[in-house]
C-alpha cells in the first residue's frame, strides 16, 4: 500500500479473525519480493518471501501470493493475534537493491 | 548469533556535534546497509557495503560518512546533522549482495537539536 502523507493505511480485525494485506508494485522485472513486519520502536522482521516462479508461498500462520500479471502481492495472516498488530512493507528487488512499499498498519482488537 | 546489532539506541545531538552510529553482525553476511526512516514512511536506502567496499550511495550528503572496518562491523559518521535528519537510522545484513533476504537492526532513533 501507499502511505498519504502522514497517514498509513490502516487495517483494523477482530482478534481471531484472517488478515489480508494487499500491497501493489510497479517494477516488472523484480523476481523477488518480501515481507516485513515492525512493530513500534524497532527495526523490521522478516516473515516471509517469494520468488516470481512461484505465485503461492506458506509459512507459518502466514501466506503470501503473487499475482504477476497485475503486479500484486498479498500477505494473508491466519487467526490473527494481538502480536500481530505492527506495521507490515513489502518490498521488491530493483536490480541489486529491495524497494519498500508504503506500509500498512494493522491493529487487532480484542 | 542471527542477530543484527546497533548502538546507541537512542541518540540527541546537537547541530555541531560529531557522533557515531555502530553496527554489528556474526552471520558471516558480506553485504551491510544503512537506511533511514522517517515517522510512518517506510525504509530509504543510503548506503550498501558489499564485501567491505562502498557499493551504493543513493546520494546521501557528506555529512553521513560510512565506514567497514571489517566484515562484521559498519559505522555511519555523523557531523553538522540538521534538524531535518532527526529519524531511525536502520542497519541491515544479507548473505551477499544479490541476496535479498536483509536482516535489520533494532536502529538508532537520532534526534538532530
Known amino acids: 500500500g501507499e502511505s498519504v502523507g502522514l497517514h498509513l493505511p490502516t487495517l483494523s480485525v477482530q482478534e481471531g479473525d484472517n488478515s489480508i494485506i494487499n500491497c501493489a508494485y510497479s517494477n516488472s522485472a523484480s523476481d523477488y519480493f518480501i515481507w516485513y513486519k515492525q512493530e513500534s520502536g524497532k527495526g523490521p522482521q522478516f516473515i516471509i518471501d517469494?520468488?516470481?516462479?512461484?505465485d503461492k508461498r506458506q509459512g507459518q500462520r502466514v501466506t503470501v501470493l503473487l499475482n504477476k500479471t497485475v503486479k500484486h502481492l498479498s500477505l494473508q495472516i491466519a487467526a490473527t493475534q494481538p502480536g500481530d498488530s505492527a506495521v507490515y512493507f513489502c518490498a521488491n528487488n530493483a536490480g541489486n537493491m529491495l524497494t519498500f512499499g508504503g506500509g500498512t498498519r494493522l491493529m487487532v482488537k480484542p | 548469533d542471527t542477530e543484527v546489532t546497533q548502538t546507541p539506541k537512542h541518540l540527541v545531538m546537537g547541530m555541531t556535534n560529531k557522533k557515531s552510529l555502530k553496527c554489528e553482525q556474526h552471520m558471516g553476511h558480506r553485504a551491510m546497509y544503512w537506511y533511514k526512516q522517517k515517522a510512518k514512511k517506510p525504509p530509504e536506502l543510503m548506503f550498501v557495503?558489499?564485501?567491505?567496499?562502498?557499493?551504493i550511495n543513493e546520494s546521501v550528503p557528506s555529512r553521513f560518512s560510512p565506514e567497514c572496518p571489517n566484515s562484521s562491523l559498519l559505522n555511519l559518521h555523523l557531523h553538522a546533522l540538521q534538524p531535518e535528519d532527526s529519524a531511525l537510522y536502520l542497519c541491515?545484513?544479507?548473505?551477499?549482495?544479490?541476496?535479498?533476504?536483509?536482516?535489520f537492526g533494532p536502529g538508532t532513533r537520532l534526534t538532530v537539536t
Open positions: 557495503y558489499s564485501y567491505e567496499k562502498l557499493s
Open positions: 541491515a545484513s544479507s548473505p551477499g549482495h544479490s541476496s535479498y533476504e536483509q536482516y
Open positions: 517469494i520468488r516470481s516462479n512461484m
